[in-house]
């Protein structure tokens, strides 16, 4: 079992804060870039956040100053903290582990931002 597992999800308030996990079981967990997507109802999967094994970090515009990810090599986590959380954020997130013909995803946890 190779596939990343994500947990963290659920309802929140907007304004509220989630952090999303993503716990991979690969060994050399250090060599992956993580990415996190999102796909709302309807629309595409789109590209949230990414980190390189070098420590490099990408956001998509809409989360700027928001989202923070960050990973944990000697516990094969990665994690996506989400603050100031809007309704347009609901989605279902997706961690994913990619390096040279390696390309996991997991299941997908659902964040629903709603009053």
């Known amino acids: 079992q190779v596939q990343p597992v994500e947990s963290g999800g659920g309802l929140v308030q907007p304004g509220g804060s989630l952090r999303l996990s993503c716990a991979a079981s690969?060994?050399?967990?250090?060599?992956?870039?993580i990415y996190w997507y999102r796909q709302a109802p309807g629309k595409q999967r789109e590209l949230v956040s990414s980190i390189s094994n070098k420590g490099d970090q990408f956001y998509t515009d809409s989360v700027k100053g928001r989202f923070r990810i960050s990973r944990d090599n000697a516990r094969n986590m990665a994690y996506l903290q989400m603050n100031s959380l809007k309704p347009e954020d609901t989605a279902v997130y997706y961690c994913n582990l990619k390096h040279f013909g390696v390309d996991d995803w997991g299941q997908g946890t659902q964040v629903t931002v709603s009053s």
């Open positions: 690969r060994t050399a967990f250090s060599i992956y870039g």
